[in-house]
């Protein structure tokens, strides 16, 4: 029931596009909100209110004479918060002992003992008066107390939420109570009976009404404040991204640059060389055909050397937000000019609130354009090619493109990736080797799907958020 209300709740709250989604948030985040709230205040403050609590309620028998003078009420109450104190007493040990646990365990206890936390206070609410018990002002505590804990916002307001209802359900019981004990009374008549009852109504209802405002307002603020941070944490793990990224693509410009000097040059050099001896030795034929190959030889791998500084992704650029859908348009356009295979029907599927990719537009712009090539070559000039994009519940992008054209042997698809590995008679090689290589500086992957006869499909997924890798 918990997993269906959240998942309900991130819903609603996910509409909108991206800036509504609910924001990620690292872990770590979450486990120093533990140690500094739960087991640096929460646990030493809870540990003195509940002896206090367990000498009001086993020792003085304080409550006794405030609400609830029957004794089953009072036998279920004890029994409730010896099992409250004995589950945070549970708690307590994980949290201190918490670097040996699981994230995920944390996160469970963490939600399950804040719901506790409002039922307790609840209870202690329907035994010292309901709508008029001063306890109230401690719900407006817990509210703050859950924000501070809860780092994820559609948990957080949730918890809250269920707080408020929490208190509610507490004054209204303890009403329904008095009300059954006053009809209960002897000596007392029913018009004065309905006389005091409507007399009470009024005010309560007027006090209830600004009291459930007042919490909602205070869990509505700590939501708003919440996402503001998470917001605030996204742009400067953004900024931090901007930068790194930057760095690298300036040292890896600066690296093309070596890498052109020092290995262009001598292949001139030696193309240079080459036209010389070829020119001396035209009387025979044999040296000369040799010499050509030579030459041949070196030109095939200056052109290598020059797609290769691409496939090593050695250019300088700008790191810059990417918008999918756009550079897939983009790479639409490019890979399917006007006039070029017009028997190819090309179909595009967009999901919602695709988040923005995070590097250099030419990076992306390289995998989407090789992609569609490829499609379109494998088609030959007629039939179908689907773009389809969406995000995935990772914060990830997955782009598939497909086709329903002959689809690829088994025995090809292990060495697609490979460089220099192609089936086209003037193919390099590359332009694959190129897609793989580009979606993995990102901290992506890409696979194929395909079976013979009916089409193939490349699927890239690439994380809306990550650090580029150089590759060495």
Not at 41 to 51: D, F, Q, T, Y
Not at 260 to 275: D, E, R, S
Not at 336 to 361: E, S
Not at 405 to 428: C, M, S, V
Request: proline share 4%; with cysteine.
């Amino acid at each position: 029931m918990f997993k269906r209300l959240r998942q309900g709740l991130k819903r609603l709250l996910g509409k909108g596009g991206e800036g509504a989604k609910p924001l990620q948030v690292d872990d770590g985040v979450f486990l120093q909100r533990i140690r500094f709230v739960e087991r640096g205040v929460a646990v030493p403050a809870k540990a003195i209110l509940l002896v206090v609590l367990l000498y009001l309620l086993f020792v003085s028998h304080w409550f006794v004479n405030l609400t609830m003078p029957q004794e089953e009420a009072w036998n279920i109450l004890r029994t409730f918060f010896l099992v409250y104190f004995a589950v945070n007493l549970g708690a307590s040990i994980l949290f201190w002992g918490m670097d040996q646990v699981g994230v995920r365990v944390l996160q469970r206890v963490v939600y399950s003992l804040a719901i506790l936390d409002a039922v307790a206070l609840a209870a202690l609410t329907l035994a010292t008066g309901g709508y008029d018990s001063i306890l109230y002002w401690v719900f407006l505590g817990l509210i703050i107390r859950n924000a501070a804990v809860v780092p994820y916002a559609e948990v957080q307001i949730m918890v809250n939420l269920l707080a408020c209802s929490f208190y509610v359900a507490a004054g209204a019981l303890e009403r329904v109570l008095k009300t059954t004990d006053m009809e209960l009374i002897e000596g007392i008549g029913r018009g004065a009976v309905g006389e005091n009852s409507a007399e009470m109504g009024r005010e309560p209802a007027e006090q209830l009404i600004l009291r459930l405002m007042l919490l909602l307002l205070m869990t509505a603020c700590c939501y708003g404040l919440q996402v503001l941070l998470d917001r605030r944490r996204r742009e400067e793990i953004e900024a931090q991204e901007f930068e790194l990224k930057q760095h690298q693509l300036e040292a890896a410009g600066r690296l093309a640059a070596e890498i052109a000097h020092q290995l262009k040059n001598p292949l001139g050099i030696i193309n240079n060389v080459a036209y010389s001896v070829q020119r001396a030795v035209r009387d025979n034929a044999a040296v000369a055909q040799q010499v050509a190959i030579i030459r041949e030889e070196v030109a095939r791998s200056d052109r290598i050397l020059t797609e290769l500084m691409g496939y090593a992704q050695l250019a300088e650029g700008k790191v810059e937000r990417v918008q999918v859908p756009e550079e897939l348009d983009r790479a639409v356009e490019a890979a399917f000019p006007p006039g070029i295979a017009p028997g190819i029907r090309v179909r595009r599927d967009y999901g919602p609130a695709i988040p923005a990719l995070l590097g250099q537009r030419g990076h992306f712009a390289e995998i989407f354009t090789n992609l569609l090539t490829n499609a379109r070559e494998a088609l030959g000039g007629t039939g179908e090619v689907t773009v389809s994009a969406r995000a995935t519940p990772e914060y990830e992008v997955e782009i598939r493109v497909s086709d329903n054209g002959p689809g690829i042997p088994a025995g090809t698809i292990p060495r697609l990736f490979e460089a220099y590995f192609t089936t086209k008679e003037k193919g390099t090689g590359l332009g694959l080797a190129i897609v793989r290589h580009n979606a993995e500086m990102y901290g992506g992957n890409v696979r194929v799907e395909s079976t013979l006869g009916k089409g193939a499909a490349f699927v890239v997924t690439l994380p809306a958020r990550s650090v580029m890798r150089m590759r060495r």
